[in-house]
């Protein structure tokens, strides 16, 4: 028996490779003749350079750069090949990273974005995959385009700094000193938002109450966007704002179209890079699941994309989450069924203690289920 373990993280308790590493425990005691595999995996979110770096035997890079709020953080991207370094805006520009007391989208920023970025060709990389889930920003990825070389001016001439606030001053732009070997590489965001940049559907109305904004604070960022958005289209004489996904992460992939970016399913993107459908195939079993599995996860989250390709391949798939959630009723035409760890009444602090024990406890009764079943 042939079993793929391809999950996404249980984001705030346990990595994809942890959440992966138990459940195989789990069926290798159960099943002790079964070929198990773990692929941990991402969409662009959190985990995305762990999972990347675990399944494809790469490395990660220590580097020191600005956090949301500009403050030094020590951080770190993956590196997978020669050429290919993988930045995380989660863990360098992450919401969890700003204290909830903090969170206010008018100051915080994406200038470590760049600086990983800037550091990584100073490595000799030339390929980038961006993930974007996660982000506490809403500076449309000005504070990204500075560290690289580009400036943005006020009325009187002066530099701006880096964060959402800026947006409404800004009356000039310069990108003539953007590190020229940016265009010499290639640049993948992995994302799954559609959204634009501007606009009710757009980075700020639907984004930025999430990051702490206010109702004021979302009016003065929605129209600092729209400003820096019309200088920026008018300097280059192109029109990305209503590009579809430019919205994403505050606006960060705004600013990579600008540097000639292309945008690709996180979920897929992510699956290529580790060859998770070459080794689907010929699996009897997959098994797949995240933290919270509710009506959204049928809208290309990964779940729903590691079962289509399990079924491209003739294998049954089975989701095993930390939680069910009303809606999710809808996913039954991907999973032969889905599971929650959650076996008793719980308060999320209780569950996010316990994932691993449940998460193990859960694993053992299923794999006896399919061992019984095969």
Not at 119 to 136: C, K, P, T, W
Not at 340 to 354: C, F, N, T, V
Request: glycine residues 10%; contains cysteine; charged residues 20%.
């Amino acid at each position: 028996m042939r079993i793929i373990i391809a999950p996404d993280s249980y984001k705030g308790s346990l990595p994809a490779k942890e959440v992966g590493l138990t459940i195989m425990k789990a069926f290798t005691s159960e099943i002790p003749e079964a070929e198990v595999t773990v692929i941990p995996m991402a969409d662009g979110g959190e985990g995305t350079i762990d999972a990347v770096v675990y399944a494809t035997g790469g490395k990660t890079q220590s580097v020191e750069v600005a956090g949301p709020l500009l403050k030094p953080v020590t951080t770190c991207y993956g590196v997978i090949d020669k050429q290919t370094a993988v930045i995380e805006t989660a863990n360098i520009a992450g919401l969890p990273m700003v204290p909830k007391n903090e969170r206010n989208p008018l100051h915080t920023s994406t200038l470590g974005i760049g600086q990983a970025i800037r550091h990584a060709l100073d490595q000799g990389y030339r390929r980038f995959i961006v993930g974007l889930g996660g982000s506490a920003t809403n500076d449309g990825g000005m504070g990204m385009l500075q560290a690289p070389g580009a400036t943005f001016l006020d009325a009187q001439n002066q530099p701006l700094p880096p964060v959402g606030i800026s947006l409404d001053h800004v009356v000039k732009t310069d990108l003539s000193g953007l590190d020229p070997r940016l265009f010499e590489s290639e640049i993948l965001v992995a994302s799954d938002v559609q959204n634009p940049l501007c606009g009710d559907q757009g980075a700020t109305s639907v984004f930025g109450p999430q990051k702490g904004a206010t109702p004021e604070q979302l009016k003065q960022l929605e129209r600092g966007m729209q400003k820096y958005a019309r200088c920026l289209e008018t300097l280059t004489g192109r029109s990305l704002q209503t590009v579809p996904g430019a919205g994403a992460a505050g606006g960060l992939v705004f600013a990579f179209l600008l540097l000639q970016a292309k945008i690709k399913s996180g979920a897929k993107l992510i699956a290529d890079l580790v060859h998770l459908e070459e080794k689907i195939a010929g699996a009897d079993w997959v098994i797949t699941g995240e933290g919270k599995t509710d009506f959204q996860t049928q809208y290309g989250k990964l779940p729903v994309f590691v079962a289509q390709l399990a079924q491209k391949h003739g294998a049954k798939a089975l989701l095993l989450s930390g939680s069910i959630e009303p809606g999710a009723e809808a996913l039954s035409s991907h999973f032969v069924s889905l599971h929650s760890i959650q076996r008793r009444p719980l308060s999320l602090e209780e569950a996010m203690d316990q994932t691993a024990s449940l998460l193990m406890e859960t694993a053992r009764n299923l794999a006896r289920l399919i061992k019984v079943c095969s």
